[in-house]
């Protein structure tokens, strides 16, 4: 079989990649049995070098102080490597002394792969995160860090911290990650006379970590550095002890000489703790003083999912739940639209997996992505923003979009004309005693029902409001769902994704 010279040189290229492969992994390799044989041989007493990297990651271009950090430590400890990272060049750029380097994230097209990469830089058994302007008076200190560190053998203790200037300038939190759901909560710790061990830490303070496990988080230096930081390691179950001291000092606080350099500062801030919550897929973030911070969908965006395909939104494939933000959204619209419901004497009920959710949690289910009423068909003439949607869409003076939907014979009240999250309203009518309708969906729960499931209807708590449904919902749901409905979750199609009840 003879070879065309395109196949021959898509086959020289292939055989290159492999062999860049091959190098960086080795590499690293050789690097990580490095570090630990510097730490045993350290630790045997035979010191084959500094333990520690000095690693400076979080400054700003404009007005930093990375020179005096540099000069502070390499005083005080000649022999410790000193690295400032950045993800481009500074500009001004940096004044650094003999002795500290200047590492840039972003990658260049005429440098090899590990000239980027932190984890080829360091050489050494630790690295000690240092934050800007801070100053190394107390030459020991470092060693405190590391026996404080090394006191905790191999346990859940994977950092250690000591402040900056005193003890309160930093904080003691613990933190819960719920990937599932997409969010984040804080709340304090309690603080002890030898130190606080704790899972995450706000304010200014100093870090040591040993350089294998900072390597072997997802993203180890990003911005801002500890919210990144912190989430990846209690995640894994690790805890950082915070000392009481000794306290790092720093001549340079405030950080910044201007109130439009603190501006600026605080806004690269935001714009960066937006970014790394959204590439860790986290919507909503609980502080320790009971705010919420936002960072999924709102009114004014779209919805955190596309198009569901075979009822199964893209989350469910992902493990996860429905997003905090579409959550609350959906509340809002329900709240909204049973309000104008009942203000217009519009007969409703909470319909399928609505109830079900009503039932068990008094709220949407976690994973369902829409809420469904019915509707007595007779009443919709009672409603303005119903009566004429015939001809069209209305959007109302609060941005809510009523429509008749498009995918069959009832009605959808969306977010906003943005935010596709939506309420479906289905109108059935009486015969002889049963609730019909003259379309149906492929739903199983699409099917008719007894009007006497809905005299009366009856209150229940839902979503944060009081709402009507059925007054036997275990028979409506069962006849609906089949028997059992109500203590056996199931997501809506479980031959393209199954629930793991062991995880609930």
Known sequence: MRIS???????????????????????????????KELGRGTRRGHSRGPRVTVLLREFEHFENYVGDVANSFLHQRPELPFLAVADTSPYPPLVLPEGARLLILSPSPDQPPQAHRPEFHVQTEFVLLVPDGVELEQPRAIERLIRELEGEG??????????????????????RV?????????????????????????????????????????????QPLFSSLFIQTSLRGWKVKLLEGPCFSANHRPLFSSAHNQWKADTRLKEATGKLMRSFGLKRLLLPDGRE????????????????????????????????????????????????????GVRYWLEGGTLLGAVRHQDIIPWDYDVDLGIYLEDVPNCDHLKNLD?????????????????????????????????????????????????????????????????????????????????NHRAFLELKFGEGAIENPQYPNPAKKRLDRSKL
């Open 5 to 35: 010279f395109c196949q021959g040189l898509l086959t020289i290229a292939i055989i290159l990649n492999l062999l860049i492969l091959y190098y960086v992994s080795r590499a690293q390799q050789q690097m990580m049995e490095k570090r």
């Open 154 to 175: 191999g346990g859940p203790v994977r950092l250690v911290a000591a402040p900056v200037l005193a003890r309160s300038a930093v904080q003691c939190l613990h933190l």
């Open 178 to 222: 719920n990937l599932r759901e997409w969010t984040a909560i804080y709340s304090t710790a309690a603080s002890g006379s030898s130190g606080s061990v704790c899972t995450a830490l706000q304010g200014d303070a100093v870090v040591l970590i040993r350089t294998e496990d900072l390597f072997n988080l997802s993203v180890p230096l990003g």
């Open 293 to 344: 911070q936002w960072y999924g969908c709102s009114k004014e965006t779209p919805r955190c999912f596309g198009t569901v395909q075979d009822d199964t939104p893209d989350y469910l494939y992902l493990d996860r739940w429905t997003p905090p933000c579409c959550l609350r959204a959906l509340r809002e619209t329900i709240k909204y639209v049973v309000n104008i419901l009942e203000r217009s």
């Open 391 to 471: 001809s069209g869409s209305l959007v109302d003076a609060n941005g809510y979009v009523w429509e008749r939907a498009v995918e069959g014979d009832f009605y959808r009240v969306q977010y906003s004309e943005a935010n596709h999250l939506h309420v479906d309203l289905w109108p059935f009518y009486p015969r002889n005693g049963v609730m019909t309708k003259d379309t149906w969906t492929e739903h199983k729960q699409d099917v008719e029902f007894p009007e006497h499931f809905l005299q009366p209807l009856v209150p229940m708590p839902f979503a944060g409001i009081t709402a009507y449904g059925p007054n």
